[in-house]
């Protein structure tokens, strides 16, 4: 057989099949005229030698299992000295993993490092501290503007369902629970980490970016919504509330934050929800809530960092 079949049997290129017998794996015989004349046992070691190398093992390591073949075994692994390979490798791998594993929390460690120092949102009166772009309350400009698409036409004057939801204050929230004040629920896809990256093009999808922003204008319009006659604001998404609690320590929100990993709100009442990297978000939406009773929705909401502003409007302009 000449090397090229022994080459396209095995799948590999002539090259290695010469490598090979270069390193004393494989020893072709040789015809009268001096050429090498490769046997289908040369092009089996050759395919055991390749697919022993694919799995980490050197190329030098397959040596025990090519041996164990040319002993007349059925497999290249049934020798002692073959296990004793398998046993090599293993913990050649360990030992690369661990250092691997262990660089790999480095860097994290560092990402976390870097992207967390200068994420710190400030307080109002605090402003002074901060540098204008790394201001979480600043959106790039020409993000595309939400239309209103009906999908919340059906939502006001609708009483709300039973239904507790865990929240990053610890126990869970019934927003069904009537109450002498209004409840005001922003609902927002998902809030970005400095750690962390958003899901691809997710400034092109109409009002998704800014919720980090809208969190800061809900903060510092807090203590004014409650004035004017807010008994509670939530903030609503599907994000698990682990995640939800490392936003509300970082950006030190006075409100919590309510977890709905299931959609249920969205099932029970319709709220309008949308696709991004495979996940189903909440759209951003907000519910004044009264006595259980949906009374006003704001739908679609533009500017993100504006809106709190506009809540706080409509609860001076209309008074319980």
């Given at each position: ?28 015989a ?27 093992i ?7 299992f ?5 002993g ?37 460690r ?18 002074e501290?901060?540098?204008?772009d ?39 929230v ?14 927002y ?31 510092d ?23 939800q ?33 495979g996940?189903t ?40």
């Amino acid at each position: 057989m000449r090397i090229s079949e022994v080459a396209r049997r095995a799948g590999v290129t002539a090259k290695t099949v010469r490598y090979y017998e270069t390193l004393g794996l494989i020893s072709p015989a040789r015809l009268a005229n001096g050429y090498r004349d490769y046997s289908e046992q040369d092009a089996r070691m050759v395919r055991e030698a390749r697919a022993l190398n694919r799995l980490g093992i050197p190329v030098e390591g397959t040596r025990p299992f090519l041996d164990c073949l040319a002993g007349g075994r059925d497999h290249a692994d049934d020798c002692p000295s073959s296990l004793a390979g398998y046993r090599a490798a293993i913990d050649d791998l360990t030992v690369r993993i661990e250092a691997l594993t262990a660089r790999r929390a480095t860097l994290t460690r560092h990402l976390r490092d870097a992207a967390y120092r200068n994420s710190h949102a400030a307080r109002p009166g605090e402003e002074e501290d901060l540098v204008d772009d790394d201001d979480p309350r600043r959106l790039p400009l020409g993000l595309p503007v939400p239309e209103d698409d009906g999908a919340a036409d059906h939502l006001t004057g609708l009483t709300l369902p039973a239904l507790d939801l865990p929240s990053t204050a610890g126990g869970s929230v019934a927003l069904h629970t009537p109450g002498p004040r209004r409840t005001v629920v922003y609902c927002y896809p998902l809030t970005g980490r400095p750690d962390t990256d958003v899901p691809e093009g997710w400034d092109a999808i109409p009002g998704a970016r800014g919720c980090t922003a809208q969190a800061c204008d809900f903060r510092d319009h807090h203590d004014d919504l409650v004035a004017a006659g807010a008994a509670r604001v939530l903030g609503l998404s599907s994000q698990d509330t682990a995640y939800q609690r490392e936003v509300t320590e970082r950006l030190r929100l006075p409100f919590p934050m309510l977890s709905d990993t299931g959609h249920r709100l969205a099932r029970l009442i319709g709220l309008p929800t949308f696709e991004a990297a495979g996940a189903t978000l909440y759209k951003r939406i907000t519910l004044i809530i009264r006595d259980g009773v949906i009374e006003h929705v704001f739908y679609p909401i533009f500017p993100p960092n504006e809106h709190a502003g506009q809540v706080l409007r409509w609860l001076h302009d209309n008074p319980a």
